[in-house]
């Protein structure tokens, strides 16, 4: 495709369950990024991937957070035990080199509502 | 730690009324600052990047220019178009931005 894709666009979900939010990049970017954005906020980092590793992952919130990219493309980011505190629009974004953000492009976001 | 700080937080213009964003930071070393348009549903989408004090730049309507403690967005003669969150962010390391909450404008025709 011609921009950065995730899936779900909308995921409802009832508090105590498992998610799973997943981000194409743009084929052939080696950096990926995930934020979440809190209604009213602006974005906030999450992880950053360089290849499959994850290079830095200082911004998950708990250790309920977890994300792979295991062969340097799709990434899934999953959280276990979901809480109404863990809604919010979670953001992927790639670029084609690390911290390129003038060329970097956003996916249009997963909206998880916890109920 | 990085603070990003936007005002004011939303903003109502008459279309062709000209107005300017701040968008105040902290950052032990600027990498870069970035201005980006949000509209709703939608991921942020990349407008400008100012590296150092008194750059400026510019694009149709929408002006950014850069001090050492903050930035200004210009929005000149604006159209209903114009509408969007706009959010200014700072770059300290290789990866990483920190976002402000944004400005939400509303351009009335």
């Known amino acids: 495709g011609a921009g950065v894709s995730q899936t779900p666009s909308n995921k409802v979900t009832e508090k105590g369950k498992y998610v799973e939010l997943r981000c194409d990049p743009i084929?052939?970017?080696?950096?990926l990024y995930w934020y979440r954005q809190s209604l009213g906020q602006g974005p906030e980092f999450l992880i950053y991937?360089?290849?499959?590793?994850?290079?830095?992952d200082s911004g998950l919130p708990n250790d309920r957070f977890f994300a792979v990219r295991p062969e340097g493309s799709v990434s899934t980011l999953k959280i276990q035990r979901t809480e109404r505190g863990d809604s919010a629009v979670y953001l992927c974004?790639?670029?084609?080199?690390?911290?390129?953000?003038?060329?970097?492009?956003f996916g249009q976001g997963t909206r998880l509502t916890v109920v | 730690e990085d603070q990003v700080t936007q005002s004011p937080e939303a903003l109502r213009l008459q279309e062709g009324e000209s107005s300017s964003l701040n968008c105040s930071y902290t950052?032990?070393?600027?990498?870069?600052l970035f201005w980006y348009r949000q509209d709703p549903g939608k991921g942020p989408e990349f407008l400008f990047t100012?590296?150092?004090a008194g750059e400026e730049k510019e694009k149709e309507r929408l002006k950014a220019t850069l001090t050492k403690k903050e930035s200004f967005l210009h929005i000149t003669a604006p159209k209903p178009e114009d509408s969007a969150t706009y959010l200014c962010?700072?770059?300290?390391?290789?990866?990483?931005?920190?976002f402000g909450a944004g400005t939400t404008v509303t351009v009335r025709a």
């Open positions: 962010a700072v770059r300290s390391n290789d990866y990483k931005l920190s």
């Open positions: 100012l590296y150092s």
């Open positions: 991937f360089q290849g499959t590793g994850a290079a830095d």
């Open positions: 974004a790639s670029s084609l080199t690390k911290g390129a953000f003038a060329e970097a492009f």
């Open positions: 950052v032990s070393g600027l990498r870069g």
């Open positions: 084929s052939g970017h080696t950096a």
